[in-house]
């Protein structure tokens, strides 16, 4: 179970039904790249992977990137994990 660190700022999104009616009022094109800042227990995540989208997760906690590849094995190898406010936002993303 990860739980939400204090020092992190962190606050988890819970609700799927608020999930996906945020990922419901994206306007998306098909193999677009989406960066999801913070995925935490990735709530958000289940439903932008329905998505015809390139996910970039960028999360910065060890025990929820650890969560997210063990949940999304196919996710493995894009979740970055990093401070998304030190992140280089003029790299060039590949998929």
Same mark, same amino acid.
């Given at each position: 179970?990860?739980?939400?660190?204090?020092?992190?700022?962190?606050?988890?999104?819970?609700?799927?039904?608020?999930?996906?009616?945020?990922?419901?009022?994206?306007?998306?094109?098909?193999? #677009?790249? %989406?960066?999801?800042?913070?995925?935490?227990?990735?709530? =958000?995540?289940?439903?932008? /992977? @329905?998505? +015809?989208?390139?996910?970039?997760?960028?999360?910065?906690?060890? #025990?929820? %990137?650890?969560?997210?590849?063990?949940?999304?094995?196919? =996710?493995?190898?894009?979740? /970055? @994990?990093? +401070?998304?406010?030190?992140?280089?936002?003029?790299?060039?993303?590949?998929?």
């Amino acid at each position: 179970m990860v739980r939400p660190k204090k020092y992190l700022g962190q606050h988890f999104l819970t609700d799927p039904s608020i999930a996906s009616r945020i990922v419901d009022s994206l306007s998306t094109r098909p193999g #677009e790249t %989406v960066v999801e800042i913070g995925p935490g227990t990735g709530v =958000l995540t289940e439903f932008l /992977l @329905e998505r +015809d989208i390139m996910l970039l997760p960028v999360e910065i906690d060890k #025990e929820s %990137v650890s969560y997210l590849k063990q949940r999304w094995p196919r =996710l493995a190898k894009q979740i /970055l @994990e990093m +401070d998304f406010l030190k992140m280089d936002m003029g790299m060039q993303v590949k998929g």
